[in-house]
């Protein structure tokens, strides 16, 4: 979820201020670089040629979120909960291509909001680039880190 919000550091220092004396944190950020089936519908939108429109900032916490295990438990470290640690998980996300495209061509998530802003047959094109791409999966491989510590 750190990936998600404008000013990680900002939303740790929140998750600590509510959290209970002893209470745990957990949250979880993309693994970067993302494995191939994580990045499929970004590969897309950039296999089709399209950038983001003007009125969309970058994707959230671009310009604070560290990318390795070791800069995501200094940043949490800094917003003060103690036993700070990253695990790494993977698993196979099993769905298919069109339960999978759904969402953003709903609008869902930083690469819903490009989708949205182009016309119809900008997001056609997308679409035909999708479809080739996800010919590559049976299955989609994922992985995050794990973020965890105590108040």
Known sequence: MLNHVGRPGRALAELRRVARPGGRIALTVWAHPAPAGQSLLGRAVAAAGVVGPPYLPPPPGEDELPHGPDGLVRLLTSA????????????????GAEEWWSGPAAGVGFV???????????????????????????????TALLLSAHR
């Open 112 to 142: 819903g909001q490009v989708l949205l802003g182009q016309d119809e047959p900008t997001r056609e094109r997308v679409r035909h680039h999708f479809d080739t791409l996800s010919r590559e999966f049976l299955s989609l491989p994922r």
């Open 80 to 95: 003060g909960p103690r036993g700070a640690r990253c695990d790494t998980l993977h698993w196979r996300h099993r769905t």
